[in-house]
């Protein structure tokens, strides 16, 4: 039979002993110190000068002094002065300082909570729930500048999410849940789930039902994204029928060359404002022709688009003009001058034509010259004119600037008129190599 008991080493008392008050003594000295265990300090190396009775030291691993030798012992102080006493697995031990407790295991003292199954704070923890907390609150605080918690999963499968629950039911979830992609995920009844937002892992990037599904969707509460309707990129490439509204949401296109509907012209960039959900409602286009200054509207007014017009600038009000069907297709003005005279044309289809025209002496009763017009009209002009008098030259015999009589058109037609001043003396009036200049004036139309 072993002298000692089993685990604190207590000594027994021999059948027969002489002296039993020592053995039980001792045995008492042991209970006093280890039952209801606490140490002065973990660790510790310098034995106190005046220790107090019943102070006990957890020692380190190489103490000096009346210690040496006893690392990792209990050092106790009683009547016999310093005791050294073995911990065994599981002794547990308080500091009288502050501090946390610790367990003696594998050989040294360790945190007391290092290790546990489970843990439950005010609530009752289970195999699944293994730290439990019940209480108006939580706190992390950091100890130094700031405090990092860690969620952690063995495999990119695994999940590593926070989840919100009411009544013990799941309705929102965030974090890594089945691969390394971030996302936030709501669910009505805790069985169905919709992914609401989620950020790849790689470019950072997000998609879910919160963001919109493609470049054109306009589904309420949506986030709308980079390049959405053309805005922050490249306008959206659109080969649909531009005249049907409900294609075209507001925002930036590109209308192809293949784009069904009315168009302007060919290809153009496209400005589409949308009012109201078609077909009903109020909406309107304004299109730019590539490389110009060209730009058309047209709005919608509910059941039918109006035709496209042209808006004008200072680059497009003068130019060369052009109509179909009475619209203006081309700039409002257009000037020009060559030989015969300067003439202004309107988009609207009115001409006017002027020019300093030559006449020289035809016969007695009137001088003559043939004006063809700088720009032909589409029907007999009005004409006015007016003789320069300061221009007349008389011929070899004076006849007298009284002469000049009246003037009028000769032959006169959509590309010329013969210009004509008369006499007022008739057939004595004028002499071979009188001239003068006629200013003249056609206005009528183009086209």
Request: aromatic share 8%; glycine share 14%; with cysteine.
């Amino acid at each position: 039979m072993s002298e000692i008991s089993a685990r604190l080493g207590l000594p027994y008392i021999a059948q027969s002993q002489a002296q039993k008050h020592v053995t039980h003594n001792e045995a008492l000295e042991r209970l006093d110190a280890l039952v209801q265990l606490r140490v002065e300090a973990f660790d510790a190396t310098d034995p106190p000068a005046d220790p107090a009775p019943g102070a006990i030291f957890a020692l380190g691993d190489a103490p000096l002094g009346h210690w040496a030798g006893q690392g990792g012992q209990l050092a106790v102080f009683g009547n016999a002065g310093w005791v050294f006493l073995q911990p065994q697995d599981g002794w547990l031990a308080v500091p009288t300082t502050q501090g946390a407790p610790r367990v003696w295991r594998a050989g040294g003292w360790q945190a007391w909570t290092q290790n546990l199954d489970r843990i439950g704070i005010n609530a009752t923890a289970d195999d699944t729930n293994r730290l439990t907390v019940s209480a108006p609150a939580t706190l992390l605080t950091g100890e130094d500048a700031g405090h990092q918690l860690k969620v952690n999963k063995a495999e990119t499968a695994d999940t590593a999410s926070v989840m919100f629950q009411t009544g013990w039911t799941g309705h929102a979830e965030m974090g890594l849940t089945g691969d390394n992609d971030f996302s936030i995920k709501i669910s009505p009844d805790g069985a169905a789930w919709t992914s609401a937002l989620r950020f790849d892992g790689q470019s950072g990037r997000a998609s879910g039902a919160a963001v919109q599904a493609d470049a054109t969707d306009t589904t309420e509460g949506r986030l709308m994204r980079v390049g959405a309707f053309g805005l922050g990129g490249s306008m959206i490439s659109f080969s649909g029928d531009i005249d049907d509204p409900a294609q075209l949401p507001t925002g930036f296109y590109r209308v192809r060359d293949d784009a069904a509907g009315d168009k302007p012209t060919n290809a153009f960039n496209l400005i589409s404002v949308r009012h109201g959900e078609p077909p009903h409602g109020d909406s309107f286009q304004l299109g730019v022709v590539d490389g110009s200054n060209r730009m058309f509207t047209r709005g919608w007014s509910g059941s039918a688009w109006s035709g496209w017009a042209e808006y004008y600038s200072t680059a497009t009000l003068v130019g060369a003009v052009a109509q179909s069907g009475g619209i203006p297709t081309g700039s409002v003005i257009e000037r020009g001058s060559n030989a015969n005279g300067d003439y202004v044309r309107f988009a609207d289809g009115t001409q006017i034509c002027t020019h300093a025209v030559p006449v020289s002496y035809a016969n007695a009763s009137n001088m003559s010259g043939f004006w063809v017009f700088p720009a032909a009209f589409s029907q007999i002009p009005g004409y006015s004119a007016s003789i320069d008098r300061t221009s007349f030259v008389q011929g070899v015999s004076s006849a007298g600037i009284g002469d000049i009589g009246t003037l009028d058109a000769g032959a006169l037609g959509g590309t010329s008129v013969m210009v004509r001043v008369n006499s007022i003396n008739g057939n004595t009036g004028f002499l071979s190599g009188d001239t003068a200049v006629v200013l003249a004036t056609a206005i009528g139309r183009w086209v």
